[in-house]
Structures are given as structure tokens and as C-alpha cells.
């Protein structure tokens, strides 16, 4: 696989790990970052590439595994770092976040963010890349039926979340 | 319409939608009049679309394709093993040595042959300038003395340093100027023109120093022509005693070595 080759078929799919790795790690330096590690990586085995069936859900698996592991490093640094200012931080709303949640669309994001990492999952490659059921099952490896359970539960239980929030921000 | 949207939300909501019916939802939450009672949905379907619209920025994509498709290195070959490595130092060292020790000896020698004439030339042309007729005024005594030394150091003379040096002898104004004239002209004796302008002197020269050591040098080189001149300074009543006396020594010595 020439340079060429890889271009044509790997860099349509940029933007979708793009916007995956963002919903991971919800920040745009960090996801770019993360993509372009995933995309190097794929280049460097790009000669066992032609042996994989669908190389868009190994690049979908791959971006995944790698954002939940820096989010893992992540979660560990601010654990040395301090957990007991994260957590004071966690109980109080800063002005700022305040006005982002102000923000229907950011609020989403973030209500999202909050879901399980396999509810994040499938409901990202759902709802925002449209995914049939059958891609997800090969980007997951999880069962129809499975999926669709996973599916409701992250759609019902972001609408809840939404309008707790919603509720919440009316009430105060 | 409306109640298909609320079927539609209801089937979302359990997981049972196909991706087209998403996309009917999410396409009717685009619009502006939204019910009152569905507007809480909006925020998520908003999102969806939003979301994928993002894309990483054309900077990123610029850095990927450098990343991914590095300039070629050069192509400048690595010494193999230590050895080469060594070989090569030992080489460039010898190599280093000997170019310096050649370049050395070459100057060396070039040097000795190129300063022995330069010197030559350069002290002639000194002793020419010192001497020169039309400088006599300007130089002074111990100058044109000391220009005439100079003459010992030349390893060959030519004609123009002869007769510049018998010029000096017959017409510099200061007496030990012409007498160190004399003294260098004893070097140069066995050239033809040399020894017949000491004979001419003798007849010229009137400070009885100088006729002195003008017939010590002719005695010295042997010189027969000096004869009749040496005869005529004996008979001359007007040159002093003591240079008589040595003419005439200098007449017999001549005349015994002729015999």
C-alpha cells in the first residue's frame, strides 16, 4: 500500500475519528493529537492493513482504545495530582461552567460525556455518524440485540440527564 | 406530522429506529416551529447534527501528510564497523603527515634558492643606488662605505658592480670611500677590466694613502702592466717619500716575480 493508496482510503475516515476522539476527549488538540497517532500507527502496519476486512473499524477500534487510555493516564495524573481538589471542584459549578452549560449543544456534550464509555460508543456512532447496526457490531463486537438495549438505555438516559439539568437551571 | 414525529420519538427512545427514520428526526428538529412539547428535544438532535460537522483543521491535515511521508534522508553512507571507522582516521592522519612534511621540505628548498637571489638582487640594487654618480651629494660618506662592503657579500658580480665600484674608486669625492673602493676591487683582480683600471688609478690617484694600498693590491695580483706607472711614481719627485719607497719595493718585486 503506496502513500496514495493510503490516502484514499484512510483520510475520508479522519473526520469520523475525529469527531469520535473529540466526544473522548472532548477537546479539540487532544483529539487531533490522538488521530494523528492512530493514523501514523495505521501507516507504519499498513502492509498487514490489506489483511483486515474493514480497515474503518479497526481505525474506529483503534481511536477508541487509545482515547479511553489516555483518559485512563489522564484520571490517574489528577488522582496524584490532587484528588481532593477535583473532587471540591466537581461539587461546586465555576462561573464558567456555568455558561456552558447555558449552551443547549455544549450541554449535550457534556451530558454525553458523562454516559458509560460503551453507552458513549455506540450512541456516538448511532446518532452522529449513523452507523448501521451491523458496523457497530463490528467496531464493538457486541450482539445485535445488545446494541439496541445499550442504544436506549444512553438515549433515554441522556434525555433524563438533559432535563434534570434543564429542570435544575429553571428552578434555581 | 406531528404524531408521526411523537411515534417516531417514542421507537427512538427504544432503540428501534432504522438510521433513515434518525435522519427524519433529526432533519424535522432542524426546523424552526417547533412545538412547545417537543422543543426538549431539539438540544440532542441539534447536537447530533453539529457533531458532525467537525472536522480537524486544515493544519492537522498538513502535519499528518509530513508526518506520514517524511522528506527522504540523505543519502549519506554510514561507516560500517569500528574497524573502517579506524582505518579511516589511521588514513586521513598518514595522509594529513606526510601532505604537511612535503609541502614543508618544498618550502624549505624553495625558500633557500629564492632568498639567495632575491638578496643578491636586492643588495645590488641597494649598492647601485648608494653609488650612483648623480647621488654622491645626497648619500652620505659612511653610507656609500658601507654600500661598498656590500659587495663582499655578493657571491657574482657582474660588469655593471665592477665598474661602478671603479668609478667610486677614481671620482668619489671622500678619500676612504675611494679607499674602501680599492680594498673590494682586490676581490675581483683577475678580471681583465678590473686589474687595467687599478694600473689607470695608480697614475690618477694623488693621496699617498690610497697609492699605497693601490700598489699593495697590484703587487698582490701580480700585475705587470703596473710597471711603467710604479717606475714613474719612483722618478716623480713631487710624491711623497714613504710612497716612493714602496714603488719602488713594488718594482722589484714585480720584476724578481717576472723573473
Not at chain 1, 481538589?85 to 454525553?112: F, G, M, Y
Not at chain 2, 406530522?1 to 427504544?14: F, G, N, R, S, T
Not at chain 2, 676612504?176 to 682586490?186: E, G, I, Y
Amino acid at each position: 500500500m503506496d502513500l496514495q493508496a493510503f490516502n484514499q482510503r484512510i483520510l475520508p475516515v479522519q473526520g469520523r475519528l475525529f469527531r469520535l476522539a473529540q466526544m473522548f476527549l472532548r477537546n479539540r488538540e487532544e483529539a487531533e493529537d490522538a488521530i494523528q497517532d492512530v493514523l501514523l500507527r495505521l501507516w507504519t502496519n499498513r502492509l498487514q492493513l490489506e489483511s483486515y476486512q474493514s480497515i474503518d473499524a479497526l481505525a474506529v477500534q483503534m481511536t477508541k482504545n487509545l482515547c479511553l487510555d489516555r483518559l485512563k493516564s489522564h484520571q490517574k495524573q489528577k488522582m496524584q495530582d490532587g484528588a481532593d481538589v477535583a473532587e471540591v471542584e466537581a461539587n461546586v459549578l465555576s462561573p464558567h461552567k456555568q455558561l456552558e452549560d447555558s449552551d443547549s449543544t455544549a450541554l449535550i456534550h457534556k451530558l454525553i460525556g458523562e454516559l458509560p464509555e460503551q453507552h458513549k460508543l455506540v450512541l456516538h456512532l448511532r446518532d452522529v455518524e449513523e452507523y448501521s447496526f451491523e458496523e457497530i457490531e463490528e467496531v464493538t463486537g457486541l450482539t445485535n440485540a445488545n446494541i439496541r438495549v445499550i442504544l436506549s438505555r444512553a438515549r433515554q438516559k441522556l434525555r433524563d440527564n438533559y432535563l434534570k439539568a434543564n429542570d435544575y437551571e429553571a428552578g434555581y | 406530522m406531528k404524531q408521526d414525529i411523537e411515534k417516531l420519538l417514542e421507537k427512538y427512545y427504544e432503540g428501534e429506529t432504522t438510521v433513515e427514520e434518525e435522519k427524519e428526526l433529526k432533519r424535522y428538529f432542524q426546523n424552526e416551529d417547533i412545538p412547545a412539547h417537543l422543543k426538549s428535544h431539539t438540544a440532542q438532535f441539534g447536537y447530533f447534527v453539529e457533531a458532525r460537522n467537525e472536522f480537524p483543521s486544515l493544519l492537522f491535515s498538513s502535519e499528518l501528510a509530513a508526518k506520514l511521508d517524511p522528506p527522504k534522508p540523505g543519502t549519506v553512507r554510514q561507516f560500517g564497523s569500528w574497524l573502517i571507522r579506524i582505518a579511516a582516521g589511521l588514513a586521513l592522519l598518514i595522509v594529513g603527515f606526510t601532505g604537511g612534511w612535503l609541502f614543508q621540505s618544498r618550502l624549505e628548498q624553495g625558500d633557500n634558492v629564492f632568498l639567495a637571489n632575491s638578496k643578491d638582487i636586492a643588495s645590488q640594487n641597494a649598492m647601485k643606488d648608494a653609488l650612483a654618480f648623480e647621488k654622491m651629494n645626497v648619500n652620505s660618506a659612511s653610507e656609500r662605505i658601507q654600500a661598498v662592503n656590500q659587495s663582499y657579500e655578493l657571491s657574482n658580480v657582474d660588469k655593471d658592480i665592477t665598474q661602478l665600484l671603479i668609478n667610486t674608486l677614481n671620482f668619489d669625492p671622500n678619500v676612504n670611500v675611494r679607499l674602501a673602493a680599492c680594498q673590494a676591487l682586490q676581490h675581483f683582480g683577475n678580471e681583465p677590466n678590473v686589474s687595467e683600471a687599478l694600473v689607470q688609478s695608480l697614475a690618477i690617484q694623488t693621496d699617498p694613502n690610497l697609492q699605497i694600498t693601490l700598489i699593495e693590491v697590484l703587487i698582490s695580483i701580480k700585475e705587470k702592466r703596473a710597471l711603467v706607472p710604479l717606475q714613474q711614481l719612483v722618478r716623480n719627485q713631487k710624491v711623497m717619500e714613504v710612497v716612493r719607497i714602496r714603488a719602488e719595493q713594488g718594482v722589484n718585486q714585480l720584476s724578481t716575480a717576472d723573473v
